[in-house]
């Protein structure tokens, strides 16, 4: 993906006096998170995302020219072994949206020029791990790419129709009905 830099930011690289931070932002369905790996929380399009020290490792994203499903991890701590942990285990978070940018700080925790959007897809899957009192939330996304062969709606078999219709039996006998049916004019 090309992107450009706004002039700020170039002046500010070549300054040597920046700092390089992360911008997360997750779409749980019960609100979002936003939380950054900066000193200090950040103020970014209307929104402030911590720096509560939770994110402990955020993993590289591979780009290419190719049509590929693109991935991203990201580690958070528990911090008070209920922050994270609670979010996954409480909230809806399967293929909740996640947005990650990379931006450039000065000295004085401010945003120079616009952030770059560097990651954007859905989150697939979490792991827990506690130990000592201690816990990780380690978490997997993909980008919008990791559904495109996914098949949406509903099956015409029993199992299916169970799910909205406990007591309908309708389905049951679909695979021996081999009449053949003409649909339209004959």
């Known amino acids: 993906m090309s992107r450009t830099l706004?002039?700020?930011?170039?002046?500010?690289?070549?300054?040597?006096?920046?700092?390089?931070?992360?911008?997360?932002k997750i779409e749980f369905p019960t609100g979002d998170l936003f939380v950054?790996?900066?000193?200090?929380?950040?103020?970014?399009?209307?929104?402030?995302?911590?720096?509560d020290g939770g994110v402990l490792k955020i993993g590289s994203v591979q780009e290419?020219?190719?049509?590929?499903?693109?991935?991203?991890?990201i580690t958070f701590s528990g911090v008070d072994n209920t922050t994270y942990p609670a979010l996954f285990l409480t909230d809806d978070?399967?293929?909740?949206?996640?947005?990650?940018?990379?931006?450039?700080?000065?000295?004085?925790?401010?945003?120079v020029g616009d952030p770059v959007l560097y990651f954007q897809g859905n989150l697939s899957g979490y792991k827990m791990d506690e130990k000592g009192g201690k816990s990780t939330v380690s978490v997997?996304?993909?980008?919008?790419?990791?559904n495109f062969e996914a098949v949406n709606?509903?099956?015409?078999?029993?199992?299916?129709?169970?799910?909205h219709f406990p007591n309908d039996l309708g389905f049951d006998f679909a695979s021996v009905?081999?009449?053949?049916?003409?649909?339209?004019?004959t």
């Open 153 to 163: 709606g509903r099956r015409t078999n029993s199992n299916s129709q169970q799910i």
């Open 140 to 146: 997997t996304c993909a980008s919008h790419w990791a």
């Open 36 to 51: 950054t790996d900066g000193a200090r929380d950040t103020g970014y399009d209307g929104d402030v995302y911590l720096a």
């Open 177 to 185: 009905a081999v009449e053949n049916i003409l649909w339209g004019r």
């Open 64 to 73: 290419s020219a190719a049509l590929r499903v693109g991935t991203l991890s």
């Open 93 to 111: 978070y399967m293929h909740a949206p996640i947005s990650y940018w990379k931006a450039i700080q000065t000295d004085y925790h401010t945003l």
């Open 6 to 24: 706004h002039a700020d930011v170039k002046t500010a690289i070549a300054t040597n006096s920046f700092q390089l931070v992360s911008l997360i």
